[in-house]
């Protein structure tokens, strides 16, 4: 089968909708999505795989200090039932944030050989970063799509399992595989933004100061 970013975009945000959030006032079902980068604030992140024998488009979750896919977040959220992590970029830096109560939750990645792609989150107002971690820029393409851009070129994301395509740990593509998993497999993230008045805030438990 094949798939197109736009077609699974759509679908995925009219299930997400239904699904996985309460269900909205006809004002917010009738209003639409954001359909540009800028318009996006609060958005949702689905892992589009379509190489490899785990296709699929999945929810991303807060995870071990980063992000998975097929997990259980250890988080407490508004939506008791949900399992989703809520994300922006900021505006004025590019840095990947959490959409959570204060102290802030920052995402860093390591790109060197020692890292491998690793990301992970940090929480607090300007914590140290590990040795050669970075920031950001992130950025959100025109197809809606979420991307680690620094001036150098920009990395998507890949999905890394060592139980056979049941769970995956989300890294930065470059080493494949990465950080002692057995496979890894790049994939689309999908930004789906969230309305205002489905915003679910979560207090997340796994994320440390670095």
């Known amino acids: 089968m094949k798939f197109t970013t736009t077609a699974a975009l759509a679908s995925t945000l009219a299930l997400a909708s239904a699904a996985a959030c309460p269900k909205p006032d006809a004002a917010a079902q009738s209003a639409p999505y954001p359909s540009t980068p800028d318009a996006v604030n609060i958005f949702r992140l ?16 807060a995870y071990k200090g980063g992000l998975g896919i097929n997990v259980k977040q250890n988080a407490s959220c508004a939506d008791a039932n949900s ?16 959409y959570s109560d204060y102290p802030p939750i920052t995402a860093y990645v390591d790109r060197s050989g020692m890292g491998q792609g690793l990301l992970r989150f940090s ?64 994939f689309v993230g999908q930004v789906l933004p969230v309305p205002e008045n489905l915003l679910n805030k979560c207090a997340y438990n796994d994320f440390g100061t670095n």
């Open 123 to 186: 929480t607090g107002v300007a914590p140290p970063l590990p040795k050669n971690a970075e920031r950001g820029p992130w950025k959100i393409t025109k197809d809606l799509d979420l991307v680690f851009a620094p001036t150098n070129g920009e990395n998507g994301l890949q999905a890394c399992t060592s139980d056979g395509g049941k769970t995956f740990s989300v890294w930065l593509r470059g080493v494949n595989p990465a950080g002692g998993y057995k496979e890894c497999y790049p």
């Open 83 to 98: 399992n989703y992590i809520s994300l922006f970029v900021d505006k004025t830096n590019g840095n990947l944030g959490v």
């Open 46 to 61: 689905n892992a589009l795989i379509t190489t490899g024998p785990y296709q699929q488009n999945a929810t991303i979750q």
